[in-house]
């Protein structure tokens, strides 16, 4: 069973970057043919994906937020990470890790990130 847990903080200031991390047990993040998401969700509107980063550590982004989007990982804590550079109000939103570049069988929790001074 892939689990997969979301953590970082809660509140970002405006032009700062968000950074969260994505943990995985169950299932290493280097198995061939599997990509790790990154995917939120703003008060009162649908799910937005922001990018992943495949089993070959190759990355691909939204491209109304390529600009300001990184991620990356660490295989050897099988963890994968996004930043978010230069953030608004507008990036708060629940952000989800998740198994799958457009269909995803595993979801992380979520994490609620405000973006506020």
């Known amino acids: 069973q892939v689990q997969l847990q979301e953590s970082g903080p809660g509140l970002v200031k405006p032009s700062q970057t968000l950074s969260l991390t994505c943990t995985v047990s169950g299932g290493s993040i280097t198995t061939n043919y599997y990509y790790w998401s990154w995917i939120r969700q703003p008060p009162g509107k649908g799910l937005e994906w922001i990018g992943y980063?495949?089993?070959?550590?190759?990355?691909y982004y939204s491209p109304s937020l390529k600009s300001r989007t990184s991620i990356s990982r660490d295989t050897s804590k099988n963890q994968f990470t996004l930043q978010l550079s230069s953030v608004t109000p507008e990036d708060t939103a629940v952000y989800y890790c998740a198994r799958g570049g457009t269909i995803y069988d595993y979801w992380g929790q979520g994490t609620q990130v405000t973006v506020s001074s």
């Open positions: 980063i495949a089993y070959s550590g190759s990355t």
